[in-house]
Nanobody, 133 residues
Framework: VQLQASGGGLVQAGGSLRLSCVVSGSTASGSTLDRLTVGWFRQAPGKEREGVSCITRGDGGGRTYYAGSVKGRFTISRDRAKNTVYLQMNSLKPEDTAVYYC????????????????????WGQGTLVTVSS
């Protein structure tokens, strides 16, 4: 499985960005997102990688989880036909500045596990988000 994250950039506080994560490489039929949970993580300089949001696998809407610091501002969604997961980020703050990574997990995640990086086996290359004050 390969992941390609994009959409980062420089934005002023209060602005918006939409990140995209294209998941490819599966040879199975149907949408790859039916079999993989996709998470967004971020890592700021000098800090540990933290979970931002995830959307679980399945051919339904997918269950979503958010870190408390982004709840109400960020929205995760997916397009199964395009094997793409989006992270819409609104009302951005300087503390949102980080490299954002998308990652996939083939195991079920729950509220207590979704933000644990070790549950995710494949990672994208990251996209830098910089929010100026």
């Amino acid at each position: 499985v390969q992941l390609q994250a994009s959409g980062g950039g420089l934005v002023q506080a209060g602005g918006s960005l939409r990140l995209s994560c294209v998941v490819s490489g599966s040879t199975a039929s149907g949408s790859t997102l039916d079999r993989l949970t996709v998470g967004w993580f971020r890592q700021a300089p000098g800090k540990e990688r933290e979970g931002v949001s995830c959307i679980t696998r399945g051919d339904g809407g997918g269950r979503t989880y958010y870190a408390g610091s982004v709840k109400g501002r960020f929205t995760i969604s997916r397009d199964r036909a395009k094997n793409t997961v989006y992270l819409q980020m609104n009302s951005l703050k300087p503390e949102d500045t980080a490299v954002y990574y998308c990652a996939t997990s083939s195991v079920s995640v729950i509220a207590s596990s979704w933000s644990t990086p070790s549950y995710y086996g494949s990672w994208g290359q990251g996209t830098l988000v910089t929010v100026s004050s």
